[in-house]
């Protein structure tokens, strides 16, 4: 066989998750005794909350490690409709639990999208959609906006409906709110909008909110319309990463949807994992129905406060407002075309955020991996005392470029 045969075109093209890598590139400066500032992974840390540890313990006690149902414990799914104020408008059957968000997006792609459909995301997209987009013979398109970076480089109405004019086999727009990368919201108007447009045009609105509790300042979650229009055409994404402290390793997401799709994706399910974990489903269940704690919320608020005011003097950064999630965007246009101390010029995102690295230990995710070349993610789910550290880090690497 060709060695160019051996793995598929489509899979021989990916690259593993960036922020997967830095996890491990902060890990391996760790082990050599080095210091490390870790805004690169967007993972809530601290200790599991023990109803979330217990319940999962006590589904292993008591032998609940027998095959389950591949679309979920139905008590799981029944409590995921209340966990999103959904009870009235979708039933059991609408609800389809998944091995982590990830695996629900994938799902979705899969249950959709045909050989050579169009799939739209936002300008700056989250790493894995456009991968797995690719891996379902998709065509990934950003929907850019048409005067440079609108406000908070968020999709328009008339954006999207550009778009979707000009490809006929436009199958869904998939809206990250808030948003990672840019840690932006789109307010219920602005979903309105976009929902409406995805109407017009047939395509599928699939709603990823995952970072959905963690809304600051007292705002609410925009919440899209429910009713009898939009149900054919609204898919929701949801899990148990993001929104409590220390679950992304329990590997748990959800999506509501119409029932046709909702079926073509537990089928799927039937085939490729019949279901996640049993005992992890039972901690899902214990995480979503009692009650939810806003404390990781309101630490995350004080993090993004004392972050914004620790770069306020960082030079050659413009730091975006963040409304929600734990991510601050940073535009480092201005860096660019400057040298570093050993003359090498900082050209690119992925040159600053390399240079950060090793000159100072900062970990941050490079915006090109997000297709935005010109900014850097930081996440602030992280000590307080590393976002000061990090921070004055960064500044005094910033000051010695010339
Ligand atoms: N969607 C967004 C916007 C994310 O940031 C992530 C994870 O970082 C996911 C989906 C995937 O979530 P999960 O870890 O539950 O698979």
């Keep these: 066989m060709d060695p160019c045969d051996r793995i598929s075109a489509k899979l021989g093209k990916f690259r593993p998750s960036i922020t997967l890598q830095l996890k ?106 456009q991968p797995l987009a690719i891996a379902v013979y998709a065509g990934p398109i950003m929907v850019l906006p048409l005067a440079g970076a609108r406000d908070g480089l968020k999709v328009a109405p008339e954006d999207l409906r550009r778009n979707l004019k000009m490809r006929p086999h436009a199958k869904l727009f998939l809206l990250n709110n808030p948003v990672n990368p840019t840690g932006q919201l789109y307010s219920a ?35 899209p319309r429910v009713d009898e229009e939009t149900k054919p055409w609204l898919i929701q994404v949801d899990g148990l990463s993001k929104n409590w402290r220390s679950t992304g390793g329990l590997r748990i997401g959800w999506s509501v949807g119409p029932s046709d799709v909702a079926r073509a994706m537990a089928s799927l399910q039937s085939h490729y994992t019949a279901g996640p974990a049993i005992p992890t489903q039972h901690s899902a269940l214990a ?33 975006w407002p963040t409304p929600a999630s734990f991510y601050s965007f940073w535009d480092v246009r201005g ?30 995710a490079s915006g090109a991996a997000f297709m935005q070349d010109g900014y850097l993610r930081l996440s602030f789910a992280t000590p307080d005392e590393h976002i000061v550290e990090g921070v004055r880090a960064i500044r005094e690497a910033l000051e010695r470029l010339s």
């Design 24 to 129: 491990r590139l902060a890990s391996e400066r760790i082990q050599k005794g080095l210091p490390v500032y870790d805004f690169g992974l967007g993972e809530t840390k601290g200790t599991l909350a023990s109803n979330i540890r217990e319940a999962g313990v006590r589904a292993y006690r008591e032998g609940q490690t027998m095959y389950g149902d591949p679309a979920g414990m139905p008590e799981l799914r029944r409590a995921v409709l209340e966990w999103l104020a959904l009870e009235d408008h979708y039933s059991v059957d609408e609800v389809v639990i998944s091995a982590g968000a990830k695996q629900s997006l994938f799902n979705i792609f899969l249950a959709v999208c045909n050989p050579g459909d169009f799939v739209f995301f936002d300008a700056a997209p989250w790493v894995s959609y």
């Design 287 to 319: 995480a979503i129905t009692d009650r939810y704690d806003p404390e990781l919320k309101m630490a995350l608020q004080s993090k993004r406060d004392l972050l914004q005011a620790e770069a306020r003097d960082v030079p050659y950064v413009k730091v």
């Design 189 to 223: 108007e602005e979903v309105e909008a976009l929902l409406s447009v995805c109407l017009e045009h047939r395509v599928y609105f699939v709603l990823d909110r995952l970072y959905w509790r963690i809304v600051f300042d007292g705002t609410d979650y925009p919440e």
């Design 335 to 364: 860096t660019f075309g400057k040298l570093t101390p050993e003359g090498t010029p900082i050209s690119s995102s992925d040159d600053l955020a390399e240079y950060l690295l090793h000159s100072a230990g900062v970990v941050t």
